[in-house]
């Protein structure tokens, strides 16, 4: 019954990684993202992330640009500084 109930969500490659980007990069949590794009729990959107961070640190995927708003907020150059370390 969990399998037929997930087969009707089926999500575009790009679809997830836009909102993975939204958390990792824009400091947007996971729960108001989840909620704005209706999806049917947050859960599924954690899930998202962490296989992105997964593929990341493998060095399967590369880091998106900064916008420039974030290039002044030491926040997230310090969250920049730490997720490229671990690419390394």
């Known amino acids: ?12 490659e790009t679809f997830k990684e836009k909102l993975v980007l939204m958390v990792m990069y824009r400091n947007r949590s996971a729960k108001e993202v989840a909620k704005s794009y209706r999806l049917p729990n947050v ?16 060095g ?21 500084i730490k997720q490229l370390e671990k690419s390394l």
């Open 1 to 12: 019954m969990k399998e037929t109930m997930l087969s009707r969500f089926s999500f575009t």
């Open 43 to 58: 859960q599924m959107l954690n899930n998202w992330v962490n296989l992105y961070k997964k593929k990341l640190e493998k």
């Open 60 to 80: 399967a995927v590369t880091l998106a640009v900064m916008d420039a708003k974030d290039k002044n907020d030491p926040k997230a150059l310090k969250q920049r």
